[in-house]
C-alpha cells in the first residue's frame, strides 16, 4: 500500500472498520513509514480529543433519537377525510359487480336448473 491510500484508510482503522488484512497491512506499513505513523498519530489525538469535547445537550440527543426512531419506524398515515367514505364505495361497487355477474351467470340460457320441477319442465316439454 503506498502512503496515499494508508492516509485516505486510517480513519477507518483508527475506528477498526478495515477487514482483517487491511489491518495488517496498514499495521506493517505502520512500523516501516515514519510518516504516516505521524500521521495515524496526529488522527488519533484529534479522534480521541474530539471525544472528550462538550457533549450535545439532553433534549438535542432526544430530538435525534426520535427523529431516527421515525425515520427506521415512521408511524402510520391516519386516514384521510375522504379516504375511508372512498374506500367503502369502491367495496360496495365491486360486490354489486360481482353479484351482478354472478345473477347474469346463474339465470342465463344454459344455467343449472334452480328446483327439480323446473329441470322436469326444461327437459320434458315438447
Ligand atoms: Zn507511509
Not at 3 to 11: D, S
Not at 57 to 77: F, M
Request: aromatic share 8%; with cysteine.
Amino acid at each position: 500500500m503506498t502512503c496515499e491510500t494508508i492516509e485516505l484508510t486510517l480513519v477507518d482503522f483508527q475506528l477498526a472498520a478495515v477487514d482483517e488484512e487491511t489491518r495488517a497491512r496498514i499495521e506493517a506499513h505502520l512500523l516501516e513509514c515514519p510518516q504516516c505513523l505521524k500521521s495515524y498519530l496526529a488522527l488519533k489525538r484529534n479522534l480521541e480529543t474530539a471525544e472528550s469535547e462538550p457533549a450535545p445537550s439532553p433534549a438535542s440527543r432526544a430530538r435525534l433519537r426520535a427523529a431516527v426512531a421515525e425515520y427506521l419506524h415512521p408511524a402510520p398515515k391516519p386516514w384521510g377525510w375522504w379516504e375511508r367514505p372512498l374506500a367503502f364505495g369502491f367495496a360496495t361497487a365491486a360486490l354489486v359487480v360481482a353479484l351482478l355477474i354472478t345473477q347474469s351467470i346463474a339465470s342465463g340460457p344454459g344455467a343449472a336448473p334452480r328446483t327439480l320441477a323446473g329441470a322436469q319442465h326444461r327437459t320434458f316439454s315438447p
